[in-house]
């Protein structure tokens, strides 16, 4: 809540070093409570994702929405087609 600073780090399941792929995301974090227009939008994202079906969030829970600035992406099995490892994309 003191500050609003995140990252993210997603990756592919660890196969080696030559097959190293993930994507890092820096970015600004809102926290929308129940009744807030980001805790709604984060609902009607939850059921879209859901097909359509019924979704409902506990009263306690909060929907977190991020405003990326930055994303980093390093695929080591680019290198092999001759492309850069590490790609940054900056908002």
Do not use: C
Not at 2 to 9: D, G, S
Not at 61 to 84: A, D, H, Q
Request: charged share 20%; net charge positive.
């Amino acid at each position: 809540m003191q500050n609003p600073n995140v990252l993210i780090a997603i990756h592919a399941p660890f196969a080696g070093w030559q097959n190293v792929r993930g994507l890092q995301i820096t970015g600004i974090a809102e926290i929308g409570k129940k009744g807030s227009g980001i805790f709604e939008e984060g609902l009607e994202a939850f059921t879209m994702r859901r097909e359509s079906q019924a979704a409902t969030l506990p009263d306690f829970m909060s929907v977190i929405k991020i405003k990326p600035n930055k994303m980093e992406y390093l695929g080591t099995t680019l290198g092999n087609e001759r492309f850069k490892v590490k790609h940054i994309l900056e908002f």
